[in-house]
């Protein structure tokens, strides 16, 4: 039986916001999210040159854009923008001679931003390569960037910003073709406050010195949503020849504990899918307000500290991130309806450097707790949206399909996995992101891909019907693998017995459970249990106090849900500290539709709103907006 509210992400509304269209585009690779015009005009380079200005909440100076014209006949260049302040426009010609020119910014879209439109001069009529500089600024209110102020940090003492990008919130930091069809390399100059450090998704020094300036270069072409900057007072830990963690000083120590693994990880992953392409591998934690548990950007994940369990119980995001360096960042989905292809490859691969570095049972017990994750989804998202790569156009890409692309995709490649065998499995994997490096890929071009390369070649196993059944089709075929893990299920069935009474808490093996299995025990507690039989479990397994923020967002979603009040402070202080969307959505969502904590939650997120990023409170609004 399942009693849960046990939604993430995905527990927010599945609404088409934005840019009215419902009909997937008419060529594959069209990208509904974006206005820029890139069969005329293609960016192959951006050099950021911008000031932090922490007191004005800003980023400020120019992007230069090296532009390459594909399209003669083209002059007019449609760059995406979302709340900037534009200054000047203009081309760069002789080694810097500026030709100043005509723009101008169309309506602005809630969803998409406003695009920027500039005239390629006639001056400029017969060149292929032009160098386009936009002097800009960013407002307070960008998507893409949260402005912390030193109470919100872990020192307390300097402030810090930090950006995110994924998926369309590029353009509200930087002007840009900001759609992943389009792969550019970046250099930056960034000037910080003396005192602070600036990292981003590049060629980061952690030698380098606090000078109030620092340089990069990301010579490796990726997609826009990958561009990523972080300032703040910045430590530096080794973790292994090529890895490292960045953090605040405060969390440097108990961080390079926590993540350990991470050199052990990469060097499962490249034995596994290829060379490691991007150099370096490190990792950011951030403060609570990260709205993710991670993000890829390459050469440095961001992660949230929600991940620091202290007992590196936590640490699959971090192969997550890491797997992303080839499913995502290597070979990059085409459009955001392709994006199964980044989140369903990664969370397969992720689960393959599980068991390699952590063995089956563990890697089983996470693929059962996805799995179930993934049954609630499907009864919570609208069956167009179920499909791997649906037929019908996203409404917000940040979270049309929930995690369905996760683990449905996962599914899939599992699936596969079984049908032609592990051998067969893993050479078509490395020919995969062989053959694709650098590209982006449709879902089209893979079911392509994967017909020529493994199901034709090895015909009657998965025929070609079956792989579009996952592409097409809602919920999971019927002969998808179910995940099972015996310790899960017997977590389980304890929560049953001792909910009805028929066993005593001191006979349940607590202490024996992995985290995963604690979840699994919560999830599976009776609907109508009695409030002093949830007061007993509390206490037994420290629940509401626990420092494992994904026991905690299983228990106190369950406490909202069933309005248990005595463990309501715990979850308000949970609420106001982490700003992680899949921690606290579900609990939002939870005492919203309990039937009588509506109006506490809206109290509750007013309170705790300042620490939150934009992205979340974009998905709390339209959680608490769906309860009305
Ligand atoms: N790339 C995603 C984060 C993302 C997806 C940001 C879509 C914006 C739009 C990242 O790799 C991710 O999937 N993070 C997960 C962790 C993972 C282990 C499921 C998260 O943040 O929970
Ligand atoms: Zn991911």
Known sequence: MKYLVNGLLAAVAVVAIGCGKTEAPETATA????????????????HLDLDVDFEAQALRGSATLQLERLDDDASRIVLDTRDLDIADVSFLVDGGRRVDTRHSLGDRDDKLGAPLTVEVPTELAGETLLSLRIGYGTRPESTALMWLPARLTAGGEH????????????????????????RITYSAT??????LVAVMSADNDPDAERDGEFSFEMPQPIPSYLLAIAVGNLGFAELGDRTGVYTEPELLEESAWEFADTQAMLESAEAMFGPYQWGRYDILILPPSFPYGGMENPRLSFLTPSLIAGDRSLVAVVAHELAHSWSGNLVTNATWRDIWLNEG???????????????????????????????????RIDPKYQGLAPKTALGDPDYA??????????????????????????????????????????????????????????????????????????RLPEDAIIPRAATLEQAGQLAVLWSSGEIDI???PADDWSPHATIHFIDNLAADLPADKLADIDAALGLSDTRNAEIARTWFTQVAARGYRPAYGQLGRYLKRYGRARLIVPIYAALAGNGEDEELARELFAAARENYHPQTVGFIESTLERSD
Request: proline letters at 4%; a negative charge.
């Open 401 to 474: 399909q929930g995690i369905i692309p996760y683990h449905k995709g996962n599914l899939f490649l599992q699936y596969l996995e079984q049908s032609f065998g592990r051998e067969v499995f893993d050479a078509f994997i490395t020919q995969y992101f062989d053959a694709h490096a650098w590209e982006v890929i449709t879902s089209e071009q893979f079911l392509d891909y994967l017909d020529t390369e493994l199901l034709s070649a090895d015909p009657g196993k998965v025929s070609r019907a079956k792989a579009e059944q996952w592409l097409y089709e809602p």
């Open 345 to 379: 490859w990664t969370t397969y691969l992720e689960y393959r450097l599980m068991q390699e570095v952590f063995g089956m049972e563990r890697a089983e017990e996470e693929n059962v707790i996805n799995y179930e994750e993934l049954l609630d989804n499907f009864e």
């Open 159 to 182: 402030p810090l910003v930090f950006s995110q990008s994924q998926s369309i919130h590029a353009r509200s930091w930087v002007p840009l073709q900001d759609t992943p069809a389009v």
């Open 190 to 195: 960034i000037r910080t406050p003396q005192e």
């Open 506 to 508: 001191d006979r349940l």
């Open 31 to 46: 990208d509904i999210f974006s206005f820029a015009n890139t069969t005329q005009f293609v960016t192959r380079h951006l």
